[in-house]
């Protein structure tokens, strides 16, 4: 199982374009995702995986945690709604213990493969964030 862990380092962490996100709730179902996505071809630096308090902390969804510019940044992306309400219900789910898994995707065949893979390990919360949109694919 190889995965990039956000938890680790401090940098503030922006709109994460061109990725899959979803909700796993245990540490099997996180294990049995991430090795299943490496072995469908997705590499350690494709797969990151946020957790715990400390994750929360980290996806900082007001920017208060890094500075005057980190909050700027959030405030203007609450203009199109849909991001600050995926991160604030994410930001839920990680200090309920639950674990984000985030993909780098190149295309909608690989958005698929990463629902896919996610749904067969309740995978939930599921959302691909383009460019400019955030497109719901699970609940």
Not at 19 to 36: C, M
Not at 71 to 97: A, I, N, T
Not at 103 to 123: C, N, S, W, Y
């Amino acid at each position: 199982m190889e995965f990039t862990s956000l938890n680790e380092g401090s940098n503030f962490l922006t709109y994460p374009t061109n990725k899959v996100l979803g909700i796993v709730n245990t540490p099997e179902e996180l294990r049995g995702a991430v090795t299943e996505l490496n072995s469908a071809g997705f590499q350690n630096e494709q797969v990151q995986v946020l957790c715990g308090q400390q994750g929360a902390e980290r996806l900082d969804t007001t920017g208060e945690r890094h500075g005057f510019l980190a909050r700027l940044y959030r405030f203007l992306e609450k203009f199109g709604d849909m991001e600050s309400k995926h991160l604030s219900q994410y930001k839920s789910e990680l200090l309920d213990g639950h674990f984000l898994i985030a993909v780098d995707v190149a295309d909608e065949g690989e958005q698929t493969r990463v629902l896919d893979v996610l749904k067969a390990h309740g995978g939930h919360r599921v959302n691909f964030f383009g460019q400019w949109t955030v497109e719901g694919l699970s609940s």
